[in-house]
């Protein structure tokens, strides 16, 4: 088979997917969505990739296995620990001054990232007033998620992160073990609100103070990319911040002039104008 024709292939798939079960595809980049496809034919043993619609939309156990195959979900708690000490430094100070706030995390996988985050408005004494939606286009993920339960193995990496994050304290203090696992502490649960969002499809989140989204874009074509940077944009309060983390930015976002940089490195933003 030829690349065109595999290609057309791929086309047809993430087509038939949107018609049938609504998750769009079509704007993922086509070099990682093609990687993506041909591991997942190989791993589950499925047809070949021009068969493959006829059995996506017959097979809802199939396509939920596909979902989580196909999304990315590589995640761990303060991940680059850089990033969430340019929050503390560069954005924290500026939330301050609203009596509520609302954070949307964008992408949220298995949540570890979420619960980081919350980590520091608890620290910051700003959880109280914070409203959390943590948002993934996978449902078992978000299932997850909403657990709050992680491998024990985790745990010297992460308390690591969170020392190089500038945390304070000691991690252990918002978990608890349970055998080979831990699971957050309840009241790091209480403001969070986990819910299925496809970044292509679905609707903006409105007045945010704050908007994060990192390690998602790159997988995302450039019309894609500026489709939900307006998104941001729309779901952002004036004076909100956006924060991207160091792989993706807002250089050539149609609105990018709205923004100015707070740290050019992590590519966090605040809404100016």
Known sequence: MDTTEEDDDIKDLLEVIYAKWGYDFRGYSAASMKRRLYYFVRQK??????????????????FSRFIEEITTNVTEMFRDPGFYRSVRANVINHLYSYPHLKVWHAGCATGEEAYSMNIILEEEKLKDRSMMYATDINRLVLSKAKKGIYPVQCLREYEKNYIDSGGSHDLSLYYCKAYDHFIMNNNLMNNIVFTEHDLATDYVFGEMQMVMCRNVLIYFNRDLQNKVFKLFHESLDLGGFL???????????????????????????????
Do not use: N, W
């Open 45 to 62: 043993g499925t047809p070949s990739m021009k068969e493959l619609p006829h059995y996506i939309v017959r097979d809802k156990a199939l």
């Open 243 to 273: 924060c991207l983390g160091a792989k993706e930015t807002l250089d050539f976002y149609e609105g990018r002039d709205h923004f100015k940089v707070v740290d050019d490195a992590y590519k966090i933003y605040q809404l100016v104008k």
